[in-house]
């Protein structure tokens, strides 16, 4: 009976053993996806600050389109009326 009760806590402790090392294991993966989750939480936050950077230069090419096309219509603006000053100019000559 003694080499039985001894053979049983023997297989006893092999198993538990056994099943702490698979418990590390899980432990382990476990560590690993939430350290790819963070890196990729970390890379969403990055792309989401570069979208904004992107759309931010954007807003601002656009308002300096609208600028030139202003300056575009005023300088348009005075070369007519120079030119209608010119014909005014050459009728009285």
Do not use: P
Request: proline share 0%; charged share 15%; hydrophobic share 40%.
């Amino acid at each position: 009976m003694t080499k039985e009760g001894t053979k049983t806590v023997e297989e006893g402790t092999q198993i538990s053993q056994e099943t702490a090392a698979a418990f590390s294991e899980v432990a382990k993966a476990i560590n690993n996806v939430v350290l790819n989750n963070q890196q990729i939480s970390l890379t969403a936050e990055q792309q989401a600050v570069a979208i904004r950077q992107v759309v931010d230069a954007m807003n601002s090419l656009n308002q300096s389109a609208k600028e030139t096309a202003s300056g575009i219509t005023q300088t348009k603006l005075g070369t007519q009326q120079l030119n209608e000053a010119a014909q005014n100019l050459n009728s009285i000559v």
